[in-house]
């Protein structure tokens, strides 16, 4: 109730009085030969700047409202750039080419979010990315407000989109495509997203109905651009849950710059407030850079190195967790013996050539190398009592356990280790005619996998080491004897040496025009993919496909700002190693990809509120899924069946507004619907594991108008129950629950010492800082019990097995230092 009304207080405290806040508008300015362009002056209203010797310009503008630009050269004709509205701390790029002919470009408007784009592509704020609050803050936190996108595990940064799994989305750092560990199978052991937050320039991201030069997945991608420095700029976060630190620099010629950062986490403190007590050690760290040379201005070379080392040494001790209802509580006791080591190191190192043959043509070699080592050892025994709770209230004992009705133990032992190497070699090109733009890629890929998996989980039930319950463990005992031997209850062991090669393309071209005075939009294209799967003791299997995607948008010519458009294409997913293993760890090269047809609408409506830019967009989606690889989900592991005996689908509509409901921040409500069901071999359709359904959620930015340095930062997420799974061995057909509903809040008040707009003399001690912050963070404001999966526990006496949940992490304060010098 504290809580609730400190909560209350605040946001009533807080109104629409405004305060000037700033954006950017930088790039580099040619010529009609593509050279650099210096003494170019740049001017809006009463503010303006000029190029340097390299042609790169940086203006800082007022931001929430209409901006037009001048581009003058005393040797060329002016560039004028009208309308654009960009939000607070927004950063848009903007390279013209001056010619001797007058360039006009109209009508080019940039609201509350981002560039208005006509590709079913969303842009999202990276300023926004690293203030929201989160228990893993960064991109996925915002993502996982998006009405379309679920996850129901604040310690993990993996997400489902529109009914897909983890596994169905494409992720991209400068055109670069980047991976994510293979083994881990829970959310606590997962660390860093592999996107930097601080380092983070443009995000850009699609939930459906993506263009052809994005890859072979079926639900969604994420485009990441990484910043190109303008200035010296280092910037420090300090936290209970870690550190991190990003350095910019640029040469004194401007030829070479670079972006560098590294973090260190440790999730103690979330994993300490859940119910299973431990002794936790993690140790989470990575260091990557983005270098770019610029040879020339017809020639630019990048580098992206990711390092990454996660150490998760876990010793659990206890555990206690109450449920059932109040007329019939129970509780689980948990006491364990042993630990959990695991280690994953990854390497990533790419290199992206960009060649301007023209100022119509560029032309792109992109080769990359991955390699991750992975190993989970374990050996964990769990002692259990499943016992009635004293439900009056009135007792001494209230609240505890008086009797047994269950009484056992649990050994689970792993030693599993990977070790994975993927290389790529990509060449793109794109070329432009008027309001055309062609674009084409060839790419190729291979995949080197060396996989031993060894588990084993024994169960021992009132003395009885219970077997599997398959036909060869049939018995009547004790009329009859029964001799066979005691085996694990569930046990894998299998060694997998696959090596896959990967041949992609694709074509697409997109074309914008007027017709009786709308602006017209589309894009045609197709890809197209051939794989070739072996190993040792594998049969060796090749396969194509082929996508063709279309976009088509419209934007009339109306008062009202409304773009319509719509989307439709095949959405082909080749399977990656971990689909062509099965539940026994049996690899089958015979599993074809999973083929998605998807048929997205939609409507973007940008108006003005209380003299401030906003945007209404709405989203209607069907996706026919065949050749689907059905999976079961336990936290964030996914196990395939390595097969295509399903088909599925999923339907949802999709609303979202956002815009500066308070002047000079960005907030946006959103909520979406969606059904996804499977059938299985013709037996009729359940639920698929991320059926969703109803989905709601706030980010809401404020301050005191009073005091508009004290900033609120606020994510609210409700969400209904995915399904729980079943115990093992039980037909999903037959059994079938879910999980309580998601609820979620984040809270996060900072006090600005020091920014761009608030700058002292130089006798002052904040004068050598450019961005000083302090604040504090709570995670799940309400302490909300959210689970992410149910632990199977056998009654001895009924022979049931009840499903106790496995909550998730409690009230969590955490404190945060930002710095930037």
């Known amino acids: ?38 003494d170019v002056n740049i001017s809006t209203g009463s503010l303006g700047a000029t190029t340097n010797s390299v042609g790169f310009y940086l203006l800082e503008i ?23 509205v960009l939000t607070t701390n927004e950063t848009f790029e903007f390279n013209p080419v001056l010619k001797k002919n007058t360039i006009q470009i109209d009508g080019v408007t940039v609201s509350a979010n981002g560039k208005k784009t006509a590709d079913n592509i969303l842009n999202i704020s990276p300023e926004a990315i690293r203030k929201i609050p989160g228990a893993n803050s960064g991109v996925e936190t915002i993502l996982k407000l998006l009405p379309g996108v679920s996850s129901n595990n604040e310690l993990s940064t993996q997400y489902a989109v529109r009914g897909g799994n983890y596994d169905e989305n494409l992720v991209y750092v400068n055109e670069i495509e980047v991976y994510r560990p293979f083994l881990i199978r829970s959310a606590q052991q997962e660390g860093l997203s592999f996107v930097n937050s601080d380092l983070v320039q443009d995000v850009k991201f699609s939930a459906g109905g993506f263009q052809a030069k994005y890859g072979d997945k079926m639900a969604s991608v994420l485009d990441i651009k990484y910043k190109t420095p303008s200035h010296f700029s280092l910037r420090t976060d300090l936290s ?44 989470f760290t990575d260091v990557q850079s983005y270098l770019t040379y610029r040879f ?84 964990v025994i769990a002692s259990y009592e499943l016992g009635e709770v004293d439900n009056n209230l009135g007792s001494d004992t209230a609240g505890e356990v008086l009797t047994s009705r269950g009484i056992g133990s649990q050994f689970n032992r792993t030693r599993n280790d990977l070790d994975a190497l993927i290389a790529n070699i990509e060449h793109k090109g794109l070329h432009t005619v008027n309001n055309s733009v062609l674009e084409w890629g060839a790419k190729y890929t291979h995949e080197d996998i060396r996989d031993q998996l060894r588990e084993s989980e024994f169960i021992d039930s009132s003395g009885y080491s219970i077997r599997p319950p398959r036909f060869e463990f049939i018995n009547n005992q004790p009329s009859e004897p029964f001799e066979a031997p005691l085996v694990s209850y569930n046990g894998v062991n299998a060694l997998n040496l696959v090596k896959t090669n990967r041949f992609s393309g694709y074509i697409q071209l997109g074309t914008q025009h007027t017709w009786n005075d709308a602006d017209i939009y589309y894009n045609l294209g197709v890809r197209s993919h051939h794989w070739t799967v072996s190993g040792t ?51 089958n090269s015979d599993v074809k990809a999973q083929k998605a047809f998807h048929l997205v609408a939609g409507i973007e409506y940008s108006f003005l509120l209380w003299d401030r830019p906003f945007k209404l ?62 059938n299985r071999n013709n037996q009729g359709y359940i639920a698929r594991p991320t059926d969703q359904r109803l989905k709601m959620a706030i980010l809401f930015q404020d301050y005191i108008p009073t005091i508009p340095d004290l900033k609120m930062y606020l994510n609210l997420v409700y969400q209904t129950g995915v399904p729980g799974g079943s115990p093992s061995y039980a037909d999903p057909y037959i ?87």
């Not at 504290?2 to 954006?23: D, E, H, P, V």
């Not at 580098?303 to 040494?313: E, K």
């Not at 009339?556 to 026994?584: A, C, N, V």
Request: net charge positive; proline share 3%.
């Open 537 to 587: 003791d594998i049969n060796k299997v090749s396969q194509t496909v082929f996508s063709p995607r279309i976009q088509f948008a419209i934007k009339p010519d109306w008062k009202k700002d409304m773009l319509f458009r719509i989307s439709t294409g095949l959405y082909h997913q080749p399977p990656f190693y971990r689909e062509l293993r099965d539940s026994s760890g049996t690899v």
């Open 62 to 84: 007022i931001a929430d409202k209409e901006n037009t630009f001048v581009f003058s050269h005393i040797a060329h004709k002016d560039v004028v750039l009208e309308n654009l």
């Open 1 to 38: 109730m504290r809580f609730n009304t400190i909560l209350g207080l605040f946001i009533l405290l807080c109104n629409a009085i405004g305060f000037a806040q700033n954006a950017t508008i930088t790039g580099i300015i040619l010529d009609d030969k593509n050279q650099p362009l210096a």
């Open 617 to 678: 967009i709405s989203e209607a989606y069907y996706k026919k899924l065949e050749n689907v690889n059905p999976y079961t989900l336990e936290d964030v592991r996914i196990r395939y069946s390595a097969n295509n005996d399903t088909k599925a689908y999923v339907y949802g509509a999709e609303l979202r507004m956002n815009g500066a409901f308070v002047p000079g921040t960005e907030s946006w409500i959103s909520i979406g619907y969606l059904k996804a069901e499977e």
């Open 296 to 379: 020339s201005s017809k020639f630019h070379l990048n580098f992206l190195g990711n390092i990454a080392v996660n150490d998760y040494t876990n010793e659990p001790l206890n555990r206690q967790t109450n449920f059932g209802t109040l007329d019939n509580p129970r509780a689980l006791i948990v006491y364990y013996e042993g630990v959990e080591k695991n280690r994953y190191n990854t390497a990533l190192g790419a290199l992206k050539g960009t060649y301007f043959l023209n100022q119509n043509t560029t032309l792109k070699l992109i080769s990359s190398i991955y390699q991750t080592t992975e190993e989970e050892y374990s050996d």
């Open 240 to 283: 209970f849950l870690g550190a991190s630190a990003s350095l910019e620099t640029v040469s004194k010629n401007k030829k070479l710059s670079s972006v560098s950062g590294i973090r260190y986490r440790n999730n103690s403190l979330l994993v300490n407030s859940q119910q299973t007590q431990s002794n936790f050690n993690p140790a």
């Open 735 to 821: 059994f079938q629950n879910r999980l309580r509903d998601y609820k979620r809040a984040d809270l996060g008040i900072s006090y600005i010492f020091a920014s761009k707009d608030k700058q002292y003399p130089v006798t002052h001690w904040l004068h050598s800082f450019k961005e000083l912050s302090f604040g504090f963070e709570i995670f799940n404001l309400f302490n909300n019990q959210n689970s992410i999966t149910n632990t199977w526990v056998r009654d001895a006496d009924s022979k049931n097995e009840y499903a106790v949940p496995n909550y998730l992490t409690s009230r969590v304060l955490n404190l945060r230092l930002g710095i930037r010098l």
